[in-house]
Each structure stands twice: as C-alpha cells, then as structure tokens.
C-alpha cells in the first residue's frame, strides 16, 4: 500500500508538472516551433553525453574504496551507472540508485553496502556543485525577487556544509559520530538509530577522501561532470535560432537538477519539463520554443539511456526484471558475473 500511495504522489506530481510546462503552449504553436528544429546539433549532443558518463565513472572509481585485489574497470563502472540510469527512467521508484551499486557488487570485490555508500557521497557532490552553482547564477538572472537571491546564498552556504560534514566525518570521524549521537537523542528512538547508522555509514565511505590530492581530485572531477552535463544542453540550444548563451545552459542544468529531486513517475516525467521551461523564461525564448526544447532533451537522454542500456542487458545476459527484483531484495537476486 505504501508504494502504491508513492508511485501515485509521484504520477500526480508528473501531470501538474505537465500541466504547468505546456498550460501556455497551443498545439498549432507547439507543431511549429518542431518545424523549425535543426537536428545537426545532435552530435555534439551525443558526443558530451558519452564525455558526461565516461568522467561520472571516472569520479565513481574514486569514490569507492581501495579495494583489496584489483580495482573494478572503467567499462564495467560505466555499464553500471548506465543500466542503473536505465531502471531510474524505466522503473518507479528510483530503483537505479540501488541497482547500479547491486551490479557493481556483482561484478567486483565491493560489497553492496560500500558501493551504495559512494553512490550517496556522490549525490552529496553532486548537490553541492548545483547549489553552489544555482548561488552563482541567480544574481545574474534578471528579475529575480530578493529572496530567491537570499534562498540561492543559503543553498550555497548549505553545499559547503556538506562538503565539510564530509571532510570532517573522514578526519574527525570519532567527534563527528560523538555529535551526530548527541544531536540526536530528543528524536524518537528508531529514527534516531537511523539516523547514526546512516551517519556512521556515511562517515565510514568518506574516508576516500582522507587525502587532499584525492578530495582535489573529486572536486575536479564533479566540475568536468557537470561542464558536460551543462554542454549537453548547450548543444542542444542550437536546434533554434534564439538565445545560445552559457549562462542559459547552466541554468538549464541547475533548474532541471532541482526539478528531478521531487518525486515523479518513472523517467522525471513533467517535472524534467518544467525544469526547462522555467530555466528558459528568463531569457528570449519563446514558450512554444522552450516547451519544445524541453521535449527534445528529454527524449533524446530517455532514448539514449534505452538504447545503450538494453544493449548492455544484452551483452551481460541481463533483463530489467533481474534488476528489479536485485534492488527489491537488496541483491539476492543473481546477475552474472560481467
């Protein structure tokens, strides 16, 4: 019942958000605006999709502890992180997030637990490069309320508190657990032990970070990730002849980032949408255009991630009903060695 009531809070969320991208948008505007598209623009598109996934493994291969024999290839972190991409927009419930660390563990010497602990670490990367980014760009969008800016400062000043609960959980691990068991003793009993066992865990995977060079190292490496996540919809600005600056790019990314954090049904529906729309209404695009737009994205990273991953079901003797029923059953399902 409790995933029945989820999957359906986040069906509903798809179709407001549906409603809000396309509520301004005739349809006779809508096939005009497709009319005009230029589709060269795809290959470059595809090329910063390939750069975007290859350093996301890249980075992935640091997170993850130092393993005792030898340490997984970037091939297999990469069919990973792309047959996990394939659950996400195929399967409710973000089931990619466990799958991807379930095949790994499968396919290497990393449990499930560690490898799931540097899925997280990455999410925490990954927040505080949007935030830290959205703190950036929203001075320079026109219009903004005062306190958007103040809400972009305080986002901004809460990356660079995750990033120092990070670094000081990995060198002051012992104090870190002491405070979080201190600051959690008012909560309820179960969620408080949730809540330190998370901690823990968190601190434990952390301590990849240990060394300057390899935190110098990541952080590098999240901001090439999200250059070509900003580059892929750079690219893709040029199937109009309108607004082709960076700056949109990136606030593209940052509103779609946002967007696709709230619940929605399988593949971000709507809210992947209207990420794009309201990143587009600060600048000269129309709505039809920016609708539209929002669609090609869209479509062209959903049906990237069902190409590329349905061969690689292939290639590894895979099917999507394995990869369901291995997160479900937290990886007792078998999948075979790859």
Not at 83 to 103: H, K, V, Y
Not at 287 to 298: E, F, K, L, Q, R
Request: aromatic fraction near 16%; proline fraction near 7%.
């Amino acid at each position: 019942m409790k995933k029945v009531l989820q999957l359906g809070i986040g069906c509903l969320i798809s179709a407001v958000a549906m409603y809000i991208a396309f509520r301004d948008v005739k349809l006779t505007e809508l096939s005009e605006s497709f009319s005009q598209i230029q589709w060269w623009p795809v290959l470059p598109f595809l090329a910063c999709f390939c750069a975007h996934f290859f350093f996301r493994s890249l980075r992935w291969r640091y997170l993850l502890p130092e393993p005792q024999g030898e340490r997984p290839s970037l091939r297999k972190l990469f069919d990973s992180m792309i047959l996990g991409n394939l659950a996400t927009f195929l399967l409710p419930f973000r089931l990619g997030e466990f799958i991807r660390p379930m095949i790994l563990s499968r396919w290497s010497e990393y449990s499930f637990a560690s490898a799931f602990i540097s899925v997280v670490i990455e999410r925490f990367f990954d927040l505080a490069g949007v935030l830290i980014a959205f703190a950036i760009i929203v001075p320079m969008l026109p219009a903004m309320p005062e306190w958007v800016n103040w809400g972009a400062y305080s986002l901004g000043a809460l990356s660079g508190c995750l990033l120092l609960f990070l670094i000081c959980g990995c060198l002051f691990p012992s104090f870190i657990r002491s405070s979080v068991i201190l600051f959690t003793k008012p909560l309820p009993q179960r969620l408080a032990s949730l809540i330190v066992q998370f901690a823990g865990d968190l601190i434990e995977g952390a301590a990849v970070i240990k060394t300057p060079m390899r935190l110098l190292t990541i952080v590098v490496l999240t901001g090439v990730v999200w250059l070509f996540a900003w580059l892929q919809f750079y690219s893709l600005l040029f199937i109009f002849p309108y607004d082709h600056s960076f700056l949109l790019s990136v606030t593209l990314g940052v509103f779609v980032a946002l967007a696709i954090a709230f619940p929605s049904a399988p593949g971000f529906l709507g809210v992947f949408q209207v990420g794009c729309v309201a990143a587009c209404s600060f600048f000269t695009f129309p709505p039809a255009a920016a609708t539209t737009y929002s669609i090609v994205v869209h479509m062209l990273t959903y049906l990237l991630f069902i190409g590329i991953g349905f061969w690689l079901l292939a290639i590894h003797d895979l099917s999507l009903g394995e990869l369901r029923n291995a997160a479900e059953d937290r990886g007792e399902a078998p999948i075979p060695p790859g």
